[in-house]
């Protein structure tokens, strides 16, 4: 067979695009007399590859921006330039201050409602919480010490930059993110974007007309002023979500009168099944600071009540009736005889149709005396305080509004690639009008960009910090398979985004959240699209993303004439090149498998000729 009639039966029936001349097939091959210098007649390929001139393990520069300094961005600078080589990463935070959240949370009562010795990075344990549900303040401070350790600010982080806006040059193969920094703009040329900005970092003021005729104290609970001081104060608090169970004890306690306006039936008390993890934690405390040994058996324990929550999701499954039970339970104990309230709060969905919370003392203060639990629907502000639909007027000394955030999971700013505007198209109203991603990471035609908490990124159980963590490492991996395969862009394909929603759609009416309530899951849309949960356990995201499945991204290459495998380079490695210059002579290691352990067949096979730094 010639080998015009070879590669035609091989490649016959693939049409390559019109611009790719990398493969051209021959005429006819005329037999040569074999030359030493140059054996034309064993080329198949014209033109040549011309080889690029450097070792196969020299990783390319990659300019990476990370957008957000709160526990997602923070994160990404401690793993990100140990996990890959080369990076040059920039970490914009509009803000004065790291800490996302945590740095603008600031209202009285704030704290995580997950034991804080599970709400910490995996890797830098603190066994000194004061208490089982942390302060912001104390999680801040904890955060600011990780920043400091490991040197964020001067390296990484440069604060009070905003992004406000990111476009991908096709033919610069780059991001352009502009930023607004100290009253300057800039453009940014970065190879990758990185979107860490959160899905509670942008509050929402409740829209009822009259809202600007108010005169008395108005904010966002998330939007705090320090300098007010409600004691003694009619204080009017809306919404009964996370934020909202939070702030009415505190205010309770110092306030003149509270009117909580709750429009919506609400889950109150310990997480699902009813545990009691604050109790939990202040039984076993004192010993598991005793020895590393005794916390770390403190830590699994504690954290095998969150990763085993995944059964009481589902529909009709026998954890959710439990969790039904036993909560209700829990509320009427804890509000006593007011069984007025109680048929007030009680909700026909089940629990975890939205998200739980302990809401410690919240049910308490409702039965207070200076605390008037408003269901009747908002009509509008008025000059003095609030009107309700059925005709009464409450005046207050100030309006908190606890009503959340854009909860969209869109981008925080205009995302532009290939025609696509990412945050217009995964907003309401936009084309397809929910976060379309991929595993909940990244989205097809918008090349080198991924999330650490964007759309369905994070189980329904586990912990937080090990998600932003397996996120950012799935993330390295992307990014140093493209410093050091020669890959100038990657994006998931629009197949496999359809088929991660295909799955989303099949497996979400199975669980509870698919009820009739509004919640962050759902884009506060009863019965509407779950996008703010991963589709399945804590395990199962980390199994799905434990390695990326490279065939569901198309790429585009650095070589000039386009061939994947032009980072193959002069066929040299690094340490060959040491060695062949005598290098090795002074202890260079190019058997890095040869161990003590090895040699004695002490090794875990698993992970043996697995490490990617020291092939
Ligand atoms: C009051 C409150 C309490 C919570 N408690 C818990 C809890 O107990 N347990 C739990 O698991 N989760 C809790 N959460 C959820 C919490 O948001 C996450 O746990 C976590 O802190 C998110 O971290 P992040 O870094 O992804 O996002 P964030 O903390 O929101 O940080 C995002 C950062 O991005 C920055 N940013 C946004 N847009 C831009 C831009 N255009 N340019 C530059 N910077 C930008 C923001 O300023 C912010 O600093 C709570 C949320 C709130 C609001
Ligand atoms: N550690 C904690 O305890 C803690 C504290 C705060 C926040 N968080 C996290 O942050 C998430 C968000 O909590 P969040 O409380 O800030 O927001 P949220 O859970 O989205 O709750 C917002 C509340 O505001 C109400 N609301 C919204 N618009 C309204 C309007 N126009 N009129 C009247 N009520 C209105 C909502 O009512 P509907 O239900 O009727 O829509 C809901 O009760 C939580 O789920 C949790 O993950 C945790």
């Not at 010993?287 to 770390?296: N, Q």
């Amino acid at each position: 067979m010639s080998s015009k009639s070879r590669l035609q039966a091989i490649t016959g029936h693939i049409a390559p695009p019109e611009d790719t001349p990398t493969v051209v097939v021959e005429e006819e091959v005329p037999p040569k007399e074999p030359s030493p210098e140059f054996p034309q007649n064993l080329r198949t390929i014209f033109p040549p590859l011309e080889l690029e001139e450097h070792p196969v393990d020299e990783a390319r520069n990659l300019r990476v921006a990370v957008v957000g300094a709160g526990i997602s961005g923070i994160v990404a600078g401690i793993f990100l330039p140990a996990k890959v080589p080369n990076i040059d990463l920039v970490i914009y935070e509009r803000n004065d201050d790291i800490g996302g959240t945590w740095h603008t949370n600031i209202y009285p009562g704030v704290r995580c409602d997950v034991p804080a010795h599970a709400y910490q990075a995996t890797f830098e344990a603190s066994d000194q919480w004061s208490t089982a549900y942390a302060e912001g303040s104390e999680i801040k401070a904890y955060w600011k010490r990780l920043v400091a350790k490991y040197d964020l600010v001067n390296k990484f982080i440069r604060l009070n930059s905003r992004v406000d806006k990111a476009e991908w040059s096709e033919e610069r193969g780059k991001w352009l993110v502009t930023v607004t920094s100290n009253g300057k703009i800039f453009e940014d040329a970065v190879d990758f974007l990185v979107t860490a900005t959160g899905h509670f970092a942008d509050p929402r003021l409740p829209d009822y007309p009259g809202r600007d005729e108010y005169e008395g104290h108005l904010r966002h609970s998330s939007n705090w002023d320090p300098n007010f001081d409600p004691t003694g104060k009619r204080i009017a608090v809306i919404g009964n979500g996370a934020s909202g169970l939070q702030v009415v004890p505190q205010l309770q306690k110092v306030a003149a009168r509270v009117d909580h306006y709750a429009r919506n039936k609400t889950w109150v008390a310990a997480p699902i099944g009813g545990e009691n993890l604050a109790r939990f934690v202040a039984d076993h405390i004192d010993k598991a600071r005793t020895s590393p040994e005794e916390y770390l058996k403190f830590r699994k324990e504690l954290e095998v009540q969150l990763f085993s929550r995944f059964g009481g999701i589902f529909k009709d499954g026998e954890k959710s009736k439990d969790a039904k039970i036993a909560i209700t339970k829990l509320m009427k104990d804890r509000l006593g005889d007011r069984t007025d309230l109680l048929d007030s709060i009680l909700p026909d969905f089940t629990p975890n149709c939205r998200r739980l919370t302990p809401g410690p003392g919240y049910l308490e203060a409702l039965t207070a005396d200076n605390v008037d639990y408003v269901t009747a629907p908002i009509e509008r502000f008025t000059r003095t305080g609030i009107q309700t639909v059925d005709g009464k007027h409450r005046e207050v000394d100030a309006i908190i509004c606890s009503t959340g955030h854009d909860v969209s999971f869109s981008t925080a700013f205009p995302v532009h690639a290939n025609g696509t505007e990412l945050q217009a198209a995964w907003r309401p109203g936009g084309d397809p009008g929910f976060p379309d991603s991929y595993l909940g990471l990244a989205a097809p035609q918008v090349p080198n960009f991924m999330t650490v908490l964007g759309p369905n990124a994070t189980g329904p159980a586990g912990t937080l910090c090990h998600a932003v963590e397996s996120q950012v490492t799935y993330i390295a991996k992307v990014l140093r398979k493209i410093s050091s395969q020669g890959i100038r862009s990657l994006a998931p394909t629009v197949a496999a985004t359809r088929d991660f929603r295909a799955y989303c759609e099949s497996f979400f009416p199975r669980t509870v959240m698919s009820q009739y309530c509004s919640s962050w899951y759902n884009g506060g849309i009863k019965g509407g699209r779950i996008h703010g949960l991963w589709p399945g356990s804590a395990a199962h995201v980390t199994f799905v993303r434990r390695e990326p499945r490279w065939e569901d991204f198309e790429y585009t290459y650095v070589n000039s004439q386009g061939n994947r495998f032009g980072w193959l380079g002069n066929g040299w490695t690094t340490r060959d090149v040491k060695a062949n210059d005598g290098v090795a002579d002074g202890g260079l290691d190019l058997t890095p498998w040869l161990q003590k352990g090895a040699l004695n067949g002490d090794v875990d096979i698993r992970q043996y000729h697995e490490g990617w730094w020291n092939v």
